[in-house]
């Protein structure tokens, strides 16, 4: 049961062990706040456009956006939740991490491949963020 609770040294190798993943959480976090203010703003949008009556005749045309804010929406939505699940992984990593350390377990091949996988979806989102970004500016914009 002693060998269960880890010495300073091995503690503090599964602290310096944990850094990266602590770092790409913060980053996920960071960019899925990113992404959802977009996401909102794009929401925002729509439902302003949704609001003109089609009796408007000087701002029913503004409605012509629709179609491309929906597809913003949906990239930013898909985005949102790879990034999440790339965050999701890399939790799972850090608990993994922990739990073979204190066990005294090595979790090199897991390890790894946590960090792929959460890293694969992370670029898609970025991927999927870059879409978006691509399609964001309209004349329509200008306009309410």
């Not at 990239?75 to 073979?100: K, P, Q």
């Not at 790894?112 to 991927?127: D, E, S, Y």
């Amino acid at each position: 049961m002693l060998d269960f609770i880890p010495d300073s040294q091995r503690l503090s190798e599964i602290f310096s062990n944990a850094i990266a993943p602590t770092f790409f959480l913060g980053a996920v976090a960071a960019f899925v706040s990113l992404m959802d203010l977009r996401f909102v703003n794009v929401m925002e949008r729509v439902r302003v456009l949704n609001a003109i009556a089609e009796e408007d005749l000087t701002r029913s045309h503004l409605k012509a956006d629709l179609g491309r804010l929906r597809q913003r929406a949906g990239l930013l939505s898909s985005g949102i939740l790879a990034a999440l699940r790339g965050g999701l992984c890399a939790t799972v990593l850090l608990a993994l991490m922990f739990a073979c350390g204190f066990a005294g377990i090595k979790h090199v091949v897991g390890a790894g491949l946590l960090f792929i996988v959460a890293t694969a979806f992370l670029g898609f989102a970025l991927v999927r963020f870059a879409q978006e970004a691509r399609i964001s500016l309209s004349e329509h914009d200008e306009y309410l």
